[in-house]
């Protein structure tokens, strides 16, 4: 069997507030952000686990572990709907992060009741979109979005903000499209680290002025 996962964090409080959860890194995704910070989990092959070390893992973790965090890569670039079924019947909660490119697999989860909570990734306004990320996916995106807004499953928007990439208009941009697609929660936004990334980007010397901001939806800074 293949190895589609590349590491499994064994515990975390951050990744899922208010859970005790594990992290699942799978491997590959159908993006190429400039800003990735998981170049080695992108462009991966073939990773370090198969499921059945999944399972194994998660068997030992029942009572101890609330929930399971499904990140990479993008985990939507596998079928998750058998991995979310087993993972749901060991009694654990799943949270998923998503580049949101997948919106067929996303409803098919979430039809299933097999996801409690998402973090998806808002990168860019259209005309940015395939630059930033290396994918023409922006209408997935928009498709992913509002296949959330109509669950019940409560989710997050979250975008990366490199200076050099997306500018206080942008965000401004972004906002509106939110709204204007009946999102109203929390727009979180974290800025680059200067970590090795996909593209060796460096941190910006451009300012990014947060007083321009609308501030039409909450942003929270997530550092
Ligand atoms: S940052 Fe982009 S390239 Fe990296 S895992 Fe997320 S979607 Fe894929």
Redesign the pocket.
Known sequence: MKKIIYNITKFTTTDYKDHLSCVVWFIS?N???Q????PD??NAKEGNYELKDLYSFLNKRVGLLDSVVLS???ATNHNLIEICKKITNLGFKIKLDT?GSNPKQLKELLDNFLLDYVAI?FKAPKEKYKTI?NLSSYDNFLKSLNILNKSKTKFEVRT?LHNDLLNEEDINEMQTILLQNNYQENFYIQNFLDVEN?SNLKVSTKTFDTSKLDNKLNIVWRN
């Open positions: 995704c993006m190429r952000c800003y990735c910070y998981n989990i992108v990479g890569g993008e580049n990734d990320t990366t996909l």
